[in-house]
């Protein structure tokens, strides 16, 4: 079975500092997909960036980028320059290729952005 | 273009009554979703579509729970009847999949925050 962890409930971070959002994942299926998505206090789950198991590079999507270690089974979250409305939940979710296609999502960590 | 929509945003409801939620997919998506979502918890999917057909219902409490999708587009849930533990934000999700790949990233709508008195 697919399994997320996120072990950090709360992060504090400055504006205009750089923040590390740590996810790690079990499965034994060796084709995947993991996925971040952000929620902001209106509810909406807002997607950020994907990282396929097969890619050979990190996924990067402006601010964002996805520190994929493999062996590790991680698949960190960089935001670069925080700012204060990257104030949010953030989520992080596995899909297996296939016939599953079930997301399977972590318990998030929530984000804050201070002056 | 268009979000995923979805109505009422917020339902206030007791005990026992029926209760429907309504999702409008991003135009041309074929797969339909929807999560039940927690207080402090991720998302749960309840039932997937491929069109109009239901692929994956097996984590929905069909006792009480049912949902459509008729037309291939927009899809209704609906509890019948409603119990304390059903508070929770019901959140709907479309993607563009196509053949076996199922990577296909998934957009969410703004959710349904249901509240049973």
């Known amino acids: 079975a697919q399994k997320i962890t996120q072990t950090q409930p709360g992060m504090f971070v400055q504006e205009k500092e750089a923040v590390t959002l740590d996810c790690t994942y079990d499965?034994?299926?060796?084709?995947?997909?993991l996925f971040w998505y952000k929620q902001p206090s209106s509810g909406e789950m807002i997607f950020l960036i994907y990282?396929?198991?097969?890619?050979?590079q990190n996924a990067t999507e402006g601010r964002y980028s996805l520190n994929f270690q493999k062996a590790r089974k991680s698949a960190n979250l960089v935001i670069s320059a925080s700012q204060l409305g990257d104030s949010a939940m953030y989520f992080c979710?596995?899909?297996?290729?296939?016939?599953?296609?079930?997301?399977?999502f972590g318990t998030g960590t929530r984000l804050q952005v201070t002056l | 273009e268009a979000g995923v929509v979805q109505s009422p945003r917020y339902k206030i409801i007791e005990k026992k009554q029926p209760v429907a939620f309504w999702c409008n997919p991003i135009?041309?998506?074929?797969?339909l979703y929807w999560y039940l979502q927690n207080l402090g918890q991720g998302p749960e999917l309840l039932i997937r579509?491929?069109?109009?057909?239901?692929?994956?219902d097996s984590q929905l409490p069909k006792d009480r729970f049912s949902a459509e999708r008729l037309k291939g587009v927009d899809s209704t849930l609906k509890i019948q009847p409603a119990e304390l533990g059903d508070s929770a934000v019901y959140l709907c999700?479309?993607?563009?999949?196509?053949?076996?790949?199922?990577?296909?990233?998934?957009?969410f709508g703004p959710g349904t925050r249901l509240t049973v008195l």
């Open positions: 999700a479309s993607s563009h999949s196509t053949g076996g790949i199922h990577t296909d990233t998934q957009y």
């Open positions: 499965t034994s299926d060796p084709s995947y997909g």
């Open positions: 990282q396929g198991s097969y890619d050979q």
């Open positions: 979710a596995m899909i297996q290729t296939g016939t599953a296609s079930k997301l399977t």
């Open positions: 135009s041309g998506h074929n797969t």
């Open positions: 579509y491929e069109n109009e057909e239901a692929v994956d």
